[in-house]
């Protein structure tokens, strides 16, 4: 069983940053890929980024450039930082969590076994 617990969100002004933190439990973490999601009111999750154990990386086309995902296995922490964020990135962010590989994720891809429970983003115009 991994637990999974975001933070970092909040309500910034378009073209600010926030850095979101997902905290997991020690026991297997660094064996796990991990992985940003996001959802919006009334819009399916998509994926934000993911990263496998060994610290290979895939984006979503759109944040590509503006957000950077990253993981401390020292602490075992799970890190995403946005940048140049826009009012359409408005979400409830989570991090999730699976033994699976990566090679074959895309944005649409949610099929990760563990989830958090999610952090707000709010950007405003």
């Known amino acids: 069983q991994v637990h999974l617990v975001e933070s970092g969100g909040g309500s910034v002004q378009a073209g600010g940053s926030l850095r979101l933190s997902c905290a997991a439990s020690?026991?297997?973490?660094?064996?796990?890929?991990m992985g940003w999601f996001r959802q919006a009111p009334g819009k399916e999750r998509e994926g934000v980024a993911v990263?496998?154990?060994?610290?290979?990386?895939k984006y979503a086309d759109s944040m590509k450039g503006r957000f950077t995902i990253s993981r401390d296995s020292a602490d075992n922490t799970l890190y995403l930082q946005l940048n140049s964020l826009k009012p359409e990135d408005t979400a409830m962010y989570y991090c999730?969590?699976?033994?699976?590989?990566?090679?074959?994720?895309?944005?649409?891809?949610?099929?990760?076994?563990?989830w958090g429970q999610g952090t707000q983003v709010t950007v405003s115009s």
């Open positions: 999730a969590a699976d033994l699976r590989k990566i090679g074959s994720w895309y944005p649409g891809d949610t099929n990760f076994g563990y």
């Open positions: 990263i496998d154990s060994d610290g290979a990386t």
């Open positions: 020690k026991y297997y973490y660094s064996s796990y890929s």
